[in-house]
């Protein structure tokens, strides 16, 4: 039967030191910030999902944004090459996860450059932000891996935020979700809906309609809850200082078999 897998890896006790790119650098509390991703981690597993750690970086303070360092497409795992070179020595540690899994796994070579916070995945549809963290080269080699697999790969413009999921992500049905000033190009997306906060554009398919989604989108909580969706909401703050969101926290693996 499918089994339904996330990795997730634990905060580094430098995470404080993390990188931020678009935002003013605030103070992390580091305990704090492991007792959201313990209760994030929880979260996932209240819904189904096994959560398989991956060994912690300890010396990479932001490890803990494991979406970046691998893309996931029905079986097979595209390990990365992160646009900054201080967050490459990350990717090791996550190839031996995914291969214990018993996924296929490729890699991103240089020149190339992609973080997994710029693919976002619509049914086939595999959407890729050009931006700051994936170059031109990256795209080239994440449409060889994924193609001849059935994919269509869209690469988009992300200017306004760090990755393309820091713009926008998917609800269920495909629609496309995102706050407008932070959404390069919305009309490349066939549906797109609007949301009134940054936050609100970030969401985690838990399965049917429940989405996680972090306690600083109030009014998209809202929003997505009258329209029917059952929103499962997490706070976050200490890795949003960061430039993270929910997605970032974890990578969900859905064709393995038990």
Not at 21 to 33: C, G, P, Y
Not at 47 to 56: A, F, I, K, L, N
Request: proline share 6%; with cysteine.
């Amino acid at each position: 039967m499918p089994s339904k897998k996330a990795l997730i890896r634990r905060p580094s006790p430098r995470l404080a030191e993390g990188l931020v790119t678009h935002i003013e650098r605030e103070k992390v509390d580091v305990d704090l910030a492991v007792e959201q991703w313990e209760a994030y981690a929880e979260a996932l597993r209240a819904h189904g999902w096994e959560t398989v750690e991956v060994d912690p970086a300890d010396d990479c303070p932001d490890s803990v944004f494991v979406e970046d360092t691998v893309v996931m497409y029905k079986n097979v795992a595209l390990i990365t090459r992160p646009g900054a070179e201080s967050r490459r020595a990350e990717t090791a540690g996550v190839e031996e996860a995914v291969a214990s899994l018993g996924c296929s796994v490729n890699w991103i070579w240089e020149p190339g450059t992609l973080d997994g916070g710029d693919v976002l995945k619509v049914g086939d549809t595999i959407y890729v932000g050009r931006g700051g963290r994936t170059n031109a080269a990256g795209v080239q080699q994440l449409r060889a891996a994924f193609e001849p697999l059935g994919a269509r790969v869209v690469a988009v413009p992300v200017t306004k935020v760090l990755h393309l999921k820091s713009a926008v992500t998917a609800l269920p049905d495909g629609t496309v979700i995102g706050n407008i000033p932070k959404v390069d190009r919305p009309s490349l997306f066939p549906r797109f809906l609007s949301v009134p906060e940054e936050a609100g554009g970030h969401v985690v398919l838990l399965g049917g309609h429940k989405l996680l989604i972090s306690a600083s989108a109030p009014k998209t909580i809202d929003l997505l809850a009258d329209l029917g969706h059952d929103p499962v909401v997490v706070d976050i703050s200490e890795f949003e200082k960061l430039e993270g969101c929910v997605t970032c926290l974890s990578v969900r693996v859905r064709e393995l078999y038990a």
